[in-house]
Structures are given as structure tokens and as C-alpha cells.
């Protein structure tokens, strides 16, 4: 979201944090698209045409059927876009050895969308990966200056580079991580790149609305920001202003 308003700031945009029902990366499959469909629905009746699933776990689970089943059905005139494809368009750009690393969610991990994407794209690339499960618990609690921190970022990174020593290009697969960027870098070797996936999607998402004029056009351009949450509002107010890098206010929405 901070990356999407820095690069197209004429925009309107609702932001919304299921809070109440986070996180979602240890759900299975069903729980976690139901959710999201509940979630893309609530946007749609506030007049959100469209709609980036801006979580991984939520991209590998339950996207494609929303693009195959749902939106054709209901709302043939809404899209909807996620945050993996965007990475995996890039990666092997960036990769010299030809082996890739991925950080995830369990679920994330799990769905195997990271290495199903590169592989259309990159075939010829190798890719490993590493479930993180406190990584998100360790950024929801404030943990992540922590030392606690520092044991679980080292033991996962470990755990990936016991894989293959040749990785030299790292996803970070859940929008939760670029928050541990300095612990991350403290454990990996200086020439592996850090691929942080707010940019790629604020760039992915300007090409397509160049190449899609006609949703473009229906947006609303106020540069208006709203946040909202299932949950607490101070609870998210607070974690919420750290990721956008300024004070957030959100209204309080059930769903």
C-alpha cells in the first residue's frame, strides 16, 4: 500500500485489514478463500472496482478461483489481482546462478505457487523454499528488533541455504518481511539480492492500468486514503502506521 500511493498518488484508496481473523498463512485452503471473498466483496459494495489481494497466502489460495468462478459470475466487471505474479515476472533477472530462494507463509509455502509461476516463466531456474512461521507473529507483535527475532531469521535462512549454497536471489513471499530486511541481511552472504514486493507491485500495477485504460477511467482520482479493520482500530493504528511510514486512522468494519 505505501508503495502503490508513493507511485500513483492521484488515486483513491480503501484499504482493508482483516484483522480479526489474522493470519491467515496456517488456514487451510477453503477457510482462506472464503475469507478473501468476503473480504473482495465488502470492497466491491463500497465501489471498489478494483481490488489487489495484497497478501501471498491469500494470492496462492484463493485468487485463481475468484478470477475463474466468482468474478464471472457476480461481478464480470470487477478484477481482481495478486501479489505473486508480479515477483515471479522478475526473478530471473536478477539471478545469476539460476537458484532462487523463497520465504513464506506455511500456506504460502504449501500451495507451491512461487515455484509453479517461475517455472512458466523461468524454467530453467531452481527454486527453494523455506516455511517461516513466526516471521509474522515476530512483525505483528513489535518483535522484530528483537532477539528473538535474530534466532528465527537465522535458523529459517540456515534452513534455505542448507538447501543450496548457490542461491543468490531471495523472494520475500509475504508482505510482512521487508520489516526484517536488516535482521535478514545480517545472515545471508553480500551478494544475494532481496527481491521486497511492494515496489514490484506498485510498478505491476501502473502497467497494468497503462494497458487496461478502461478500468483506469473507472477508478476515482481524489488521492483520498481510508483504512479500515475487522479488528481493533488501536491495535491496527498502530502496527499500520509503521508499515505506511505515517499516522493511520481506520474505521472499524465487520464483515
Not at 508503495?3 to 485489514?17: A, M, N, R, S, T
Not at 471473498?37 to 496462492?60: G, R
Not at 516463466?121 to 518483535?143: A, H, I, R, T
Not at 477511467?217 to 483504512?227: D, L, P
Request: aromatic share 10%; hydrophobic share 35%; with cysteine.
Amino acid at each position: 500500500m505505501k508503495e502503490i500511493v508513493k507511485k500513483l498518488p492521484q488515486f483513491d484508496y480503501l484499504y482493508l485489514g482483516d484483522n480479526a481473523r489474522t493470519p491467515y498463512g496456517n488456514r487451510s485452503f477453503e477457510t482462506v478463500y472464503q475469507y478473501t471473498l468476503q473480504c473482495i466483496e465488502k470492497l466491491f459494495a463500497m465501489n471498489c472496482n478494483l481490488v489487489i489481494i495484497a497478501c501471498n497466502t491469500a494470492s496462492a489460495k484463493a485468487l485463481r478461483n475468484i478470477q475463474q468462478v466468482d468474478l464471472p459470475k457476480k461481478y464480470p466487471n470487477k478484477r481482481v489481482l495478486g501479489v505473486i505474479r508480479p515477483t515471479t515476472e522478475i526473478v530471473g533477472k536478477y539471478s545469476k546462478t539460476g537458484h532462487v530462494g523463497v520465504l513464506g507463509t506455511k500456506g504460502t509455502v504449501a500451495s507451491n505457487s512461487y515455484p509453479i509461476e517461475i517455472e512458466k516463466l523461468f524454467p530453467e531456474l531452481k527454486v527453494y523454499q523455506e516455511s517461516c512461521p513466526m516471521w509474522v507473529p515476530l512483525v505483528e507483535n513489535n518483535e522484530y528488533h528483537s532477539i528473538a527475532a535474530d534466532y528465527f531469521v537465522k535458523k529459517n535462512l540456515d534452513n534455505l541455504f542448507i538447501k543450496s549454497e548457490k542461491i543468490d536471489t531471495i523472494i520475500l513471499g509475504c508482505t510482512h518481511y521487508p520489516l526484517l530486511t536488516e535482521k535478514i541481511k545480517k545472515y545471508i552472504p553480500e551478494n544475494v539480492t532481496l527481491l521486497s514486493q511492494g515496489e514490484l507491485v506498485a510498478e505491476s500495477l501502473d502497467d497494468y492500468l497503462k494497458r487496461h485504460p478502461d478500468m483506469e477511467s473507472r477508478c476515482s482520482k481524489s488521492g483520498e486514503v481510508e483504512f479500515f479493520t475487522s479488528d481493533s482500530e488501536k491495535s491496527f493504528n498502530e502496527a499500520a502506521t509503521v508499515f505506511f511510514g505515517k499516522e493511520v486512522k481506520a474505521k472499524h468494519l465487520s464483515l
